[in-house]
Structures are given as structure tokens and as C-alpha cells.
């Protein structure tokens, strides 16, 4: 008998006493394991190195329309790459403004821009009580945004759709909501696609506060972990068959394609809103950096090429996703105890665990010598209401380290739910 649910008293001892050996065995080796987020490996970032010589003295520092990318100017970026991204988002170039390397920044920009000067509109900042609807379980650094700029964040419960649009419907009734956060292909952490309905319905929003956006970012839009991609719909066309073309502000980069430390980050949107955040930026840059965005137009000259150089990143990361998803099920799909996603493609892995015991499995991983993502990470204000899911990122570590990573993990979760039957 394996399921813990109907053992013994004398059946859940036994089995305690040999899961708290083996998880002694594991603290004793003082290992130092971190699967607490989604960076990539060495290995993954050494596919881009090449790029470091394609600029360069004999190559030259001119883009294609022949501006020197060594010197000032070009406010949204290089048309060059702005064409590759509207190609890969399925918008226009004239959509597209490309940045830096952090498309979190451009969200961070966007959301003070909204708060000083509106979005069209009046500034949020005006609005008492505002608000803003988070997709449960969700990307902690969104989430952290709008608690910094006042918001009271509002939870969405999610299931393999989407989120419940039933109530986005209906919460977005209220004036005060200016805004939902979307992570719509390989979501963080649940690794879901949003269906094409959930993306019909999110366009075709009728919100009651007339500058109500909806922040879309599709930083997994190319990150398959298998052959076929999951469909997502476009949510701009949508949004404009709606008649709500100024509704989304599109989101995406290339922090886990290249380097996330000198990525190209890109913000899009319908022209109209394109030419309000503009107008904000004349004031904060005089342009990205050139250098980079001239290197990465090199290198990926059409989507194409960026979809091939993602199924060499899927070669790498798919034995890493592999190896926990094994360990799970072999541990613990007869227990009883927890449940799991199976991603097909995105950075991490959603962990379920009985309500009360994702933080003391947290725990007992870290006195093991493991760091996860905090409990409760991925809720608002860091507070799961059932304490019951862990975000797991399998990218950094070598598969040697995420197996061991791995069978601790499982440990601690039969271990947390063997004392709580236990009562110990």
C-alpha cells in the first residue's frame, strides 16, 4: 500500500523512520542546490557568445539603413530589430519600440508613466482604491510592481485555460481596476497557454474604467521545450475585431534567448499608444544601446533563425525539466500527497503539495542545503491562502545537480506530509 491516506498508524511510522533517514543522509552531504529561479545555465548562454563578434572593427557599427550605432539617436530602436520583432509577435514594425535588456523595466516605466501622466487618460495616481488583477499562481515581480506603486492586488484563480474570465468579468466592473497582469504562453509558474477562448473574452472586455489595460507578457512566446508549440492567439487582432485596439500592451525579450544580462527587451502596443509611451521616453533616453540591438539583428536575421536557435536552448533545458518530472512521479504519484504540471515548454514547474506544507517543505529543503522559490511567491504580497504551492525552476542547475535536487525535493514533501498525518 502506498497512498499515505489509508496506512496505518504503524504503516506511516515505518515510512517516516526511512524518509527521515534518507533525508539525514541528504543533510549530512551539505550540498548547495539552488532551484529558486528561472536563469539559464552557462551552458545556454555559451550558444550566444558568437555574438560578441559580429560588431566590431571589421565588421563594422552600421545597421542597415546606415546609421553608426556607436553614437546617439534612435529612440525605439533599430528598424532592423523592431521588423524581426513585429514578425515574431505578428504586428506591425511601427508597433514595436525596442529597449534594453529588461522587459520587466519597460513594465516597472509603463506602470510610472500611468501613474504620473495616464494612459490617455488620467493619471492612476488620481484613482483612490485602485486596483489590479493578478492571475493566481502568478510572477512574483509583477505582482511587486503594482504593490509598489499602491494597488491593491487582487487574485484570479487560474486553471489550464487561463485564468477565470468569468470573474475578470466581473471584477472589471469596478471602475478602480486599471489593469490585469497576463503571462499567456508557458505561464509563470503553471507553464499553461491561454485557450482561444480565454483570449476572446480578454479582448472583448467591456471595463468600466476606460484606460483599464491589459499587460501581456510573452516571454515564453518561443520557448518550446518540445518540437510542437503550443497556439496562441493574437491578442492585438483580437483586441481590434473588438474594438478595443488600445486595450493590450504587448511584452517580450530576449533575456533567456541570448544573455539576460544584455538582452533586447521590446514594448508593443496599438500606434496610438506607442506614440503616448513615446512621448514619455523623449524626456528619459536619447536610445537603447545600438551596439547590442545591432548584434542581435545579426545573428537572427529572420524568426527563423531565432526558432532555431531555441531548439538547441530546448535540447538543453528539456533533460533538466525531464529529470524532476521523473523524480515526481516516481516518488510521489502514488501517495497521495501532491500534484504537479507538466510543462511543454516555458522555465518552471508547478508544485502542489497538501494545504499548510509548502512552506516547511521549503524549509526543509533549505536545512538540506536546497533553496526554492519562497512559498508564496508566486500569490500577492508573497502569502499563499492554502500555503500549498512551490514554483520550481529546473534551468541553472546540470542535470546531475537537479536529479540530486530532485529526490531531496520529494524527500521533504513525503517527509512534511508524514508529520502532519503524524501529527508530529
Not at 491516506?5 to 548547495?32: H, R
Not at 509583477?142 to 487561463?162: M, P, R
Request: aromatic fraction near 10%; hydrophobic fraction near 40%; charged fraction near 25%.
Amino acid at each position: 500500500m502506498s497512498d499515505y491516506k489509508k496506512m496505518s498508524v504503524e504503516q506511516l511510522e515505518a515510512e517516516f523512520g526511512a524518509v527521515k533517514a534518507e533525508y539525514d543522509a541528504f543533510c549530512d552531504l551539505k550540498l548547495s542546490l539552488d532551484m529558486s529561479r528561472g536563469k539559464p545555465g552557462f551552458e545556454n548562454t555559451d550558444l550566444s557568445n558568437e555574438m560578441f563578434d559580429l560588431v566590431n572593427k571589421d565588421k563594422g557599427f552600421k545597421n542597415i539603413a546606415g546609421v553608426d550605432c556607436r553614437n546617439y539617436g534612435g529612440l525605439d530602436g533599430l528598424p532592423e530589430i523592431k521588423k524581426l520583432f513585429a514578425d515574431l509577435l505578428e504586428l506591425e514594425p511601427s508597433q514595436i519600440i525596442a529597449g534594453g535588456n529588461s522587459s520587466l523595466n519597460m513594465m516597472f516605466d509603463t506602470i510610472a508613466q500611468a501613474m504620473t501622466h495616464g494612459l490617455g487618460a488620467e493619471p492612476w495616481s488620481k484613482t483612490e482604491n485602485r486596483k489590479f488583477l493578478c492571475p493566481v499562481p502568478g510572477y512574483d515581480r509583477h505582482f511587486a510592481i503594482t504593490e509598489y506603486f499602491g494597488f491593491e492586488l487582487v487574485s484570479v484563480n487560474t486553471d489550464e485555460n487561463g485564468p477565470d474570465m468569468d470573474e475578470v468579468e466581473r471584477l472589471v466592473k469596478d471602475p478602480s481596476v486599471k489593469g490585469i497582469w497576463c503571462v499567456p504562453k508557458y505561464s509563470n509558474p503553471e507553464g499553461t497557454t491561454y485557450s482561444d477562448e480565454v483570449v476572446r473574452r480578454m479582448a472583448n472586455l467591456k471595463p468600466a474604467a476606460a484606460d483599464f489595460k491589459i499587460f501581456w507578457d510573452n516571454a515564453y512566446c518561443i520557448h518550446d521545450l518540445y518540437d510542437e508549440s503550443d497556439s496562441l492567439l493574437n491578442i492585438y487582432d483580437e483586441c481590434v475585431k473588438a474594438g478595443n485596439p488600445d486595450m493590450p500592451i504587448i511584452f517580450t525579450s530576449t533575456s533567456k534567448v541570448t544573455f539576460p544580462g544584455a538582452g533586447v527587451a521590446v514594448e508593443a502596443a496599438s500606434e496610438k499608444m506607442v506614440a503616448i509611451l513615446k512621448k514619455r521616453m523623449q524626456f528619459q533616453t536619447i536610445g537603447p544601446n545600438k551596439i547590442n540591438q545591432l548584434r542581435h539583428a545579426r545573428m537572427f536575421a529572420s524568426v527563423d533563425d531565432l526558432k532555431a536557435h531555441m531548439k538547441k536552448h530546448a535540447d538543453l533545458l528539456r533533460p533538466k525539466f525531464e529529470a524532476v518530472l521523473n523524480e515526481l512521479e516516481n516518488q510521489l504519484s502514488d501517495k497521495n500527497i501532491a500534484r504537479w504540471t507538466k510543462p511543454r515548454g516555458g522555465y518552471f514547474i508547478s508544485l502542489y503539495v497538501n494545504d499548510g506544507l509548502a512552506s516547511r517543505v521549503a524549509k526543509l529543503c533549505a536545512d538540506a542545503g536546497m533553496i526554492l522559490t519562497p512559498a508564496g511567491a508566486t500569490y500577492p504580497y508573497g502569502k499563499d491562502p492554502k500555503d500549498a504551492n512551490l514554483r520550481i525552476a529546473p534551468s541553472f542547475p546540470t542535470v546531475e545537480e537537479i536529479e540530486k535536487a530532485s529526490k531531496l525535493l520529494c524527500l521533504a514533501v513525503r517527509y512534511a506530509s508524514l508529520e502532519k498525518l503524524l501529527n508530529k
